[in-house]
């Protein structure tokens, strides 16, 4: 709570007009090996935030394996690797105080670090021992495997779950993102440690491989700590890109029946690509809508003035293959459809008379006030260095960054609205204990 409001107070001091702060500089780090990296230094603290994801190389990509094989293959990357047993890397992590990370979505794996700066280099070492050299020993599989079946088993009693997965199901159809990221019982007892080796061996790529970093580490000593530690990893392999999808018509929500008192909605409309000319308009119109909390639109009509829910959202979905603009809320499963209309009443409001001037005003001097904060930590740093490069933003983007929201005025919000918000298009999927 502390934070948090320490956290709004700094966005306050930003909006009465004290200077912006300048963008970090960021450089773009070419190692003799041929690999390339893009850099912030800050040496105030001895801490370095390392970030690595391998594109075109997720669970919608990865239709050679059953479904939940990246999942489960990059779990166990931590389980040991090279020399070093499960329990052998976990102690090197922990005398060293290393957070290392491997993690896979539908269309990128990946693999984070955070480390003092004197123990970077073996940070990054035990990193690609693990991506180039994964023990997958016996026992550790069987553990793991335990570990995502409780974890699906969980997962079937949340009711938010269950909603996610029903719209996935409703929205792409046969398309590989409807794929279950964990898999299932069925796909599970399909995965060995060949098929887990067969997908690191593949997708695992140097030539899909995209590195941000950020903290007490100058250019020379990262393209030395990089072609050292990641050059050995395999190439070769580019892939095809997935097919696109597009929102399927739907005549009316649809309502599942579910044994939870509390129902859950998830619901979206066509979104918008990173690249599209009305890009800033759409991030600023989604802002106004669901995606700035007390000030949206939703929160307001759903929220303040029904009591209909405690919190709902919208943001801006840009995956590979698929743009939304996807939103959702909980409420008593006696008022979500009372809610669902509610939210199609706004959407239609918004889609028919727009949006003022003092709700964007507002929102700009949010989103660029709040900026520096979202940048202020490496952590935080090193996920728009990587979105920056995996989006194609320009090294100066951070630079241009609220120039650029500045710059959208009224009319194209309104523009973006029309184009976006048309409530014919909404899909939505409620499951709960719901009367008839």
């Known amino acids: 709570m502390f934070i948090n409001l320490l956290r709004g107070l700094l966005v306050a001091l930003l909006f009465m007009g004290v200077p ?15 690999l390339t990296a893009w850099l912030v230094e800050d040496h105030h603290l001895p801490m370095v935030s390392v970030r690595l994801v391998f594109r075109d190389s997720g669970a919608a990509y990865a239709a050679d394996v059953p479904a939940g094989a990246p999942n489960y293959a990059m779990a166990m990357l931590s389980e040991g690797a090279g020399e070093l047993t499960s329990e052998a890397f976990d102690d090197a992590l922990q005398q060293r105080a290393l957070s290392l990370g491997f993690a896979v979505d539908y ?35 069987t553990r793991v495997r335990k570990e995502i079946e409780t974890s699906l088993r969980l997962q079937r009693q949340e009711p938010s779950y269950l909603a996610q997965r029903r719209f996935r199901q ?16 069925a796909s599970l007892a399909r995965i060995d440690a060949k098929t887990l080796r067969r997908y690191l061996a593949t997708y695992l790529r140097r030539d899909q491989l ?20 990641l050059g050995s990893l395999p190439t070769g392999g580019g ?6 999808t597009s929102l399927p018509v739907q005549s009316a929500p649809e309502y599942v029946s579910e044994p939870f008192p509390q129902a859950v909605a998830v619901f979206a409309l066509p979104g918008i690509t990173r690249d599209d000319p009305d890009f ?8 106004m ?20 829910t405690y919190s709902i959202y919208t943001g801006l979905v840009m995956d590979d293959a698929s743009q939304l603009l996807q939103g959702g809320f909980a409420t008593q499963a006696n008022k979500a459809r009372e809610a669902m209309q509610v939210v199609r009443d706004t959407l239609a409001k918004a889609y028919a008379d727009g949006f003022t001037g003092e709700e964007l005003a507002r929102a700009k001097r949010y989103v660029t006030g709040s900026f520096p904060l979202d940048i ?7 996920n728009y260095l990587m979105l920056m490069q995996l989006e194609g933003l320009g090294i100066d983007y951070l630079a241009r960054r609220n120039d650029l929201i500045n710059a959208v005025t009224l009319e194209d919000i309104n523009r973006v609205t029309k184009r976006l918000l048309n409530p014919d298009r909404l899909v939505s999927i409620v499951i709960g204990d719901l009367p008839p």
């Open 107 to 141: 269309d990128h794996a990946s693999a984070s670090l955070d480390a003092l700066s004197e123990h970077v280099g073996e940070g990054m070492r035990l990193m690609a021992l693990a991506l180039t050299r994964p023990r997958l020993d016996g026992a550790d599989l």
């Open 376 to 382: 202020d930590a490496n952590r935080e740093l090193v």
């Open 239 to 244: 892939r095809a890109p997935l097919a696109a």
């Open 20 to 34: 912006a702060l300048a963008a970090p500089e960021v450089q773009e780090v070419r190692t003799p090996g041929g």
């Open 170 to 185: 409703t929205v792409y159809g046969t398309h590989p993102y409807a794929r279950p990221l964990l898999g299932d019982q």
């Open 280 to 287: 800033y308009a759409a991030y600023l119109m989604n802002y």
């Open 289 to 308: 809508l669901g995606g700035g909390g007390f000030e949206s639109r939703l929160t307001d009509t759903v929220r303040r003035a029904r009591g209909l």
């Open 210 to 229: 995209v590195i941000a970093v950020s903290g007490d580490i100058t250019a020379t000593q990262l393209a030395t700590l990089l072609d050292t530690h």
